[in-house]
């Protein structure tokens, strides 16, 4: 703080403690935890395994994760306004189903792709109208239509697949848009950019967090909660018909089962990502974070021969913990 001599005013501000104050803020901040554990990460796998370094091995390592964090994106919104969809994974199978139907009538790739998009995007407004329209339970409608969409996909499916989709097709899941970098990875990036500025930078991103917080109150201040969150299940059957498209893209074939599970790793990731269980906080950098630590963790497991059945115990626990280290830590 400086003194004017010549008027006698206040003319100085003391910007070192608010400077100081401020890289204290980040340095504790959750995203700053989850940069030096991604930082770790790699550097394990690097020193564990010959062939991690490698710039083909380390492109093949983002589709671990490209196609989840696509969802996890949109999910991260809907968990911060206080609600889930564990049907996302499901949507997928339905989607890529009817991916297989469009292709088995003779449709051409563009077809194709609207097909699986629209079909998240029906499911999505199946979700929505039913915890929207008529207030039900998003976690109970969300496991029914869980086991609804997974089961028409069953049906039309049986124990058969869908193979010998068009060869244009396969650049949505293995393409490359310049030496490394693969298309998926762009549209993670863009997809990332997009979410980011929707919810830290608009007011409906806003209304996400004061509905997370307090849905009456919200409610009450003029926020149409009902749509909001209509809008939010729409995103979530969005962004899982365009994971569909990618991984339909990417195995080359629809099966009934395809992404089981992958609910659980899409939710671990938004949770990762420091997004609150309970609602009303998280941020969209701590999601990417979290999605890159998963698939560094994915691809190193690979490259050491670690079983799938111990990937799934890790991100069981790995949920477990980063649910309850909060109480733990409040409670202290």
């Not at 028409?152 to 030496?179: E, M, R, S, T």
């Not at 930078?201 to 849905?215: D, E, L, Q, S």
């Amino acid at each position: 703080m400086t003194l004017n001599n010549s008027t006698g005013d206040v003319t100085g501000r003391i910007i070192p403690d608010r400077m100081r104050s401020s890289f204290a803020r980040v340095l504790r901040s959750w995203e700053t935890i989850l940069i030096v554990v991604a930082i770790l990460i790699f550097v394990t796998n690097s020193f564990l395994s010959p062939y991690f370094l490698n710039a083909w091995n380390l492109s093949d390592a983002t589709f671990n994760f490209t196609e989840k964090a696509l969802i996890a994106f949109a999910m991260a919104m809907l968990i911060i306004a206080g609600e889930i969809d564990l049907s996302v994974a499901s949507i997928i199978a339905l989607a890529s189903t009817a991916m297989g139907l469009a292709m088995t009538a003779g449709a051409g790739v563009p077809v194709i792709v609207l097909t699986g998009i629209v079909t998240g995007l029906v499911c999505g407004v199946v979700n929505g109208a039913l915890v929207a329209g008529l207030g039900l339970p998003s976690i109970v409608v969300t496991i029914g239509t869980m086991s609804l969409f997974r089961g028409l996909a069953f049906i039309i499916l049986g124990d058969q697949a869908f193979n010998g989709y068009p060869k244009d097709l396969a650049f949505f899941g293995q393409g490359y848009v310049w030496w490394v970098i693969s298309f998926e990875l762009v549209l993670f990036a863009i997809c990332a950019v997009i979410y980011w500025a929707l919810l830290h930078r608009t007011t409906f991103g806003r209304a996400v967090y004061a509905i997370g917080n307090n849905a009456t109150a919200a409610q009450f201040s003029g926020i149409r909660v009902d749509r909001v969150r209509f809008l939010l299940f729409l995103l979530t059957g969005l962004m899982s018909g365009i994971a569909a498209v990618c991984l339909t893209s990417r195995l080359g074939s629809t099966r009934p089962s395809i992404a089981t599970g992958w609910e659980l790793e899409i939710v671990t990731m938004v949770v990762l990502g420091g997004v609150s269980i309970l609602g009303g906080s998280g941020s969209i950098p701590g999601v990417v974070l979290a999605a890159v630590i998963m698939g560094l963790v994915t691809f190193g497991f690979g490259l050491l021969n670690v079983p799938g059945i111990v990937m799934s115990i890790f991100l069981g626990l790995l949920l477990i913990t980063v649910i309850a280290l909060p109480r733990l830590l409040q409670r202290k």
